[in-house]
Structures are given as C-alpha cells and as structure tokens.
C-alpha cells in the first residue's frame, strides 16, 4: 500500500475545507436576521480575523472563478434563456458573500445601524431640500 506524502495530505485537506467552507458560511439562521431582513450579529474578534483572512479571499476567488464561468457559458444560457440567472448563482452570490457581508458576520445584507444611517441621510438631504 502506497502512502501519501505530505503534499498530498495538505491538498486534500485543503481540498475538504474548501468544500465545507460554502455551507459554514452561507448557513441561515433565523436568529440572526432581525426585523426586515437586517442582520444584528455580534462577531468576536478571532470570527473577524478567520473571516478576513480565510473567507474573505475565497470569496474574492469563487466571485472571479464564477466571472470566467459565466462567459464561457454565456453562449449556451443565452440560447437556453437563463444568462440571468447564471450570473446570479456564479457571480451576484459569491460576490454578496464578499461583498455585502459584514467582517465576522454569517449571513450578507446590511444591519440595523446601517439602516438607520441611511434613512437619517435621507431625512437630512429631505430637509435640506425643503430649506431651499
């Protein structure tokens, strides 16, 4: 029986955390969505590192990978009619994932602060229409 050397080892558990890390990340909680949909999580510092320093350049990679994917199906999910909803699941999901997630945080969207910061921007540009 031949044994596997340690390059192979390393790939292969590099390999298995690769494919767990989707479903860690993408796993919903119906805990941690508040009201309308905002998130109110409260990460610790070691869940904002793992995140900046593992999940976050996976991210980065599966949101490119699934740019190049796209166009190179692109002639075939025209002809079906799908291109949208091919680039939703290639490229729009990863990229909310990276993107649209705050640093430590399990689920993408925008929290309750930052809800309220908007709708106070919006109430201030309002009332300095209304001045002039």
Known sequence: MKKMSDASRLCTALMIACLMLPQ???AQSSATVGRDGAVDENPNAFAMLGDFVVARP??????AGG???????LPFTLMAGNAGDAADTLILGPGEQTFVRCLGCRQSGYT???IEQHEQRKAAAA??????
């Open 112 to 114: 309750n602060r930052d």
């Open 24 to 26: 860690s990340l993408w």
């Open 67 to 73: 740019t190049v994917l796209w166009l190179a199906s």
């Open 58 to 63: 996976i991210g980065l990679v599966l949101t």
């Open 127 to 132: 009332e300095a229409e209304a001045a002039q």
